[in-house]
């Protein structure tokens, strides 16, 4: 029997097995709002006086965040990076239609897009064919990039908040990998909110408590266009590989990655685990070229790996800023 909305007995949309909540289409998106709402104050993410600089992929996550924090009220606009990655399907293009087609319907916000071949001569993944760190995978260097790019565009454009679409399913993937090896200095830094500082824009991630699926069904509720595919290099990716474990785990728990996650924050925060840890201080200074921070001396990673006949250019990059055209 199709279940009922716990509000309004009206046909749930989802039934969320882990809260034992199901909501129809009206009050499930309202459910996602004020959980939202609650994740931000809860890590003290930001205030309505910050800027929010949302990076959008074209993906569920990313847009359904961007809509879910306009609806809130906060400051927010979106970035969008064109990887120039083709995949036979025009990936990157129809990821920044996506984007596009958002920001059309919203007059209040902005969409920054930034080309990566436009700026700097190179697609992703000819920059990975080109440099050791690709490795004939462009993963590295497209996260490399975008790390760059994203906290340099904040900076340049004065937002002092980076909100990333990051899911559960996501960061749980990334805690399992962490935790199989021990990566203590990434488990101390894995968290829903990373302080700004030293010239990086805070880093947040406002839907880490939400599962894949209810990011997903919001999207489809709200009648938010987004691409389906994943990005062609990610198959075979061990983070996909963990997904598929986790996934498999959760069928037979309902609600485990929930709270294999909340179990690990609470530890953090309530157990002191990594209390005593001390990051490595390493002295940062200005890259000699884009001016961001860095510990190596000279050149940031970023600038090293560019072509040397672009390197100049990196100041002038700035990004375009959308028009929303409305008709
Ligand atoms: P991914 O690493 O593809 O799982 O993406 C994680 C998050 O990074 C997304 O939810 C977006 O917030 C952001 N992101 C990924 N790709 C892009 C892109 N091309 N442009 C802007 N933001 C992106
Ligand atoms: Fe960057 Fe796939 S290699 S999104
Ligand atoms: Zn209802
Ligand atoms: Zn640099």
């Known amino acids: 029997m199709p279940r009922k909305c716990r509000k309004c007995a009206r046909p749930a949309v989802i039934n969320m097995r882990q809260h034992k909540l199901a909501l129809c289409a009206e009050h499930f998106p309202e459910w996602v709002v004020n959980q939202t709402e609650r994740f931000i104050k809860k890590y003290r993410m930001f205030t309505r006086e910050d800027r929010v600089l949302v990076a959008v992929s074209g993906g569920k996550d990313s847009l359904a965040l961007w809509d879910v924090l306009l609806q809130l009220g906060y400051q927010v606009d979106g970035l969008y990076l064109g990887l120039g990655i083709d995949g036979g399907l025009g990936y990157s293009d129809e990821s920044r239609a996506m984007c596009e087609a958002f920001a059309a319907q919203h007059p209040e916000t902005t969409l920054h897009i930034l080309d990566i071949p436009a700026a700097y001569g190179e697609s992703i993944p000819q920059m990975a ?13 497209c996260g490399l990039v975008k790390r760059h790019e994203m906290n340099r565009i904040a900076h340049d454009l004065g937002y002092n908040v980076l909100a990333t679409g990051h899911n559960l399913d996501d960061e749980v993937a990334v805690l399992f990998q962490n935790t199989l090896n021990w990566q203590v200095g990434y488990l101390a830094r894995q ?14 991630k406002p839907f880490c408590r939400f599962y894949e699926r209810e990011t997903a069904t919001y ?10 595919d994943e990005c062609p290099f990610a198959e075979g990716a061990t983070t996909i590989y963990y997904k598929e474990l986790l996934n498999k785990l959760e069928a037979d728990k ?22 005593n840890w001390q990051e490595e201080k390493v002295e940062l200074h200005p890259c000699e070229n884009c001016g961001q921070p860095t510990s190596a001396p000279g050149l940031c990673t970023f600038c090293r790996m560019l072509p040397e006949a672009v390197r100049p250019k990196v100041k002038l990059a700035h990004p375009l800023t959308f028009t929303p055209v409305h008709t």
Do not use: N, Q
């Not at 999207?219 to 389906?228: E, F, L, N, Q």
């Open 191 to 204: 968290y829903p909110v990373l302080p700004e500082g030293d010239g990086f824009a805070r880093k947040v």
């Open 219 to 228: 999207a489809i509720v709200r009648g938010i266009d987004y691409v389906y």
């Open 129 to 141: 064919a080109r440099t050791r760190r690709g490795r004939g995978k462009p993963c590295s260097v």
């Open 254 to 275: 309902p609600g485990a990655k929930l709270h294999f996650y909340l179990s690990f924050l609470r530890a953090r925060d309530k157990e002191g685990l990594f209390a």
